[in-house]
């Protein structure tokens, strides 16, 4: 059975700090690139982070470089996202994505929710 499990989400002040967690399990996590999402009411889903499986190449969306650093582990198959600076535009439903290089299957975590405020 596939899953992708996010945590670490929360309530935080603007300026802080958090890291969220997706273990996944049920799949070759190493053939698959990680990506984190995120959604807010309304708006569409916004590609935050991709990692590649071996960790060689990673992209950030312009809104959070300098700020969030994306890290995976494929021996505890986990991708992590570290978040810094936290700005109040940075609340929204987080999603853990796996994407296969060998097909057209992507994987869905369940989300976590982020809460930057004072």
């Known amino acids: 059975q596939v899953q992708l499990v996010e945590s670490g989400g929360g309530l935080v002040q603007p300026g802080g700090s958090l890291r969220l967690s997706c273990a996944a399990s049920g799949f070759a996590f190493s053939n698959y690139a990680m990506n984190w999402y995120r959604q807010t009411p309304g708006k569409e889903r916004e590609l935050v982070a991709t990692i590649t499986s071996t960790g060689g190449s990673i992209n950030y969306a312009d809104s959070v470089k300098g700020r969030f650093t994306i890290s995976r582990d494929n021996a505890k198959k986990m991708v992590c996202l570290q978040m810094n600076s936290l700005k109040p535009e940075d609340a929204a439903q987080y999603y853990c994505?796996?994407?296969?290089?060998?097909?057209?299957?992507?994987?869905w975590g369940q989300g976590t929710q982020v809460t930057v405020s004072s």
């Open positions: 994505n796996a994407r296969s290089y060998y097909s057209a299957v992507v994987y």
